[in-house]
């Protein structure tokens, strides 16, 4: 018993915590949501969700299990078919201009360049005339893309057009920003680097960012929660609050510790929810598994 | 520059057969004349302004048909596309039209505006703006979905989402409607001036042919081949170029 204590304390997986976040200080109110498209695939279930303002949430789960249903239910893109959605207490009908949806491709305007990509979704969030091209400016240079302004985006390489996407995102400044797979197309070592960037801009600014991935690396060096969802039907397994410093370092013994439990909870979901659940294996067995 | 004269050796190669087989003469010279003599006969037409004025005529009243055509077919396209009303009512019935040459229209339009520049108008119109629509509307139909979602999620909407993404977006499509817009109308025209006095183009034909003057024939012919390669080699082809380049839709190289 003591020992067992003793072990649960020495592990990193301390540093997860349950969260438990009630309504009333939620700035997003997920609940009893549930969605079946109109092919009978169910993608959510009951889900209940509540995100507090600021908070960097990672929806964590293997493809299919509604990660993106969810996120578009709440950027306003999916009218879910059962279940409320609310932000600051108002059901979310529609897009509006406290959200902001970032999607795997950049999908800049590619008749635009990227300064007139940003000054164009500016005007359209209805900021003066006069502020627009600084502040387009402003934000190129935040995502470290100066010089490029009057460049057309099919001339930019991957990783730069998603750094201009992430610019406009950034500069329309709402408060919460839905992120789906931003980086999911992107080389490792662009990846890396846009991760530290966006958690660079993150850490400066109040945005809530609710962000969709299928790596438990990825999640576990952004985020401040990780929800760990499981397909068929796509349903929440795991709301777990992160509680290690940033930024991290991705070669920490501790994260990769919390990686290897976090990938453990998504194999058993997915086995879950084929039928049976796996039977426990030993340690060294798992891990063995897990080596990539 | 190895393309360039491999054209230049064909047309080259086509006059000279052709001179030689107008010089066989199988046939009445007055009937095939070779190219020396319509060269001749282009020449006299436009050194005393016939020819000249003849181009105008036709060409601003191409003008004034096409800009009707492109005012209204650009808009007719984008309604098909984005209003359910136009797309199960409207649609059916241009694509109906669509399929009656414009000609047919003649007779129509001559009992209706009378023997004059709005009957051929009329009938240019409507050989040109239904193809515009239409291409216009598959321009649209093909728009990135990804790009729709980005301007809701940026709260793009009304005329800004209209003039700023739908139609900058569908804008390849649009040019290459109106590039087929062009030639229908430039077909329409031709077919219209012939039937009547119009001081066209076509009216020139059709003198040649009254006079039994072949070699003006065939260098009115001539001139209409002419003006129909620059409009749709030079110009057109050139916008589109642009056009796709810029759009990130051709290598840029």
Redesign the interface.
Known sequence: MFRALLARWKSSLRLFEPAQVSSQRAQISVSALGHRYANKVVALKDVNLNIRAGEFVCLLGPSGCGKSTLLYAL?G?VVPTGGTVSIEGKPIRG???D???M?Q?A?L???MTVLGNLK??L???GVPRAEREPRAREFIRRVQLSGFEDT????LSGGMKMRASLA?ALA?DSSVLLMDEPFGSLDAQTRVHMQELLQSIWLRSSKTVVFVTHDVHEALMLSTRVVVMAPRPGRIVKDLEVHLAMPRSGEDPRLSEMARYLRRLMREAEGGARGALPPHRPRADSEAGLRH | MKRWARKLGMLVLLLVVWEAVARLGLWSPHLFPGPVKVARSLHALAADGRLGAAVLRSLGRLGRAYLISVGTGIPLGLAIARLSFFRDAVKPVVMGLQALPSICWLPLALLWFGLNDSAILFVVVMGSVLSIAIATEDGVNGIDPQLIRVAHTLGVRGPRFSFGVLIPAALPGIVTGLKLGWSFAWRALLAGELLFVSGGLGQLLTLGRELMDVPQVMAVMVAIIAIGIFVDRVFFQTVERRVRRRWGLLPSM
């Open positions: 950027a893109h897009p509006g201009p959200r902001l949806l999607f491709e999908a305007f590619p008749w164009f979704a005007a359209a969030r057309l985006p099919h001339e406009r329309v």
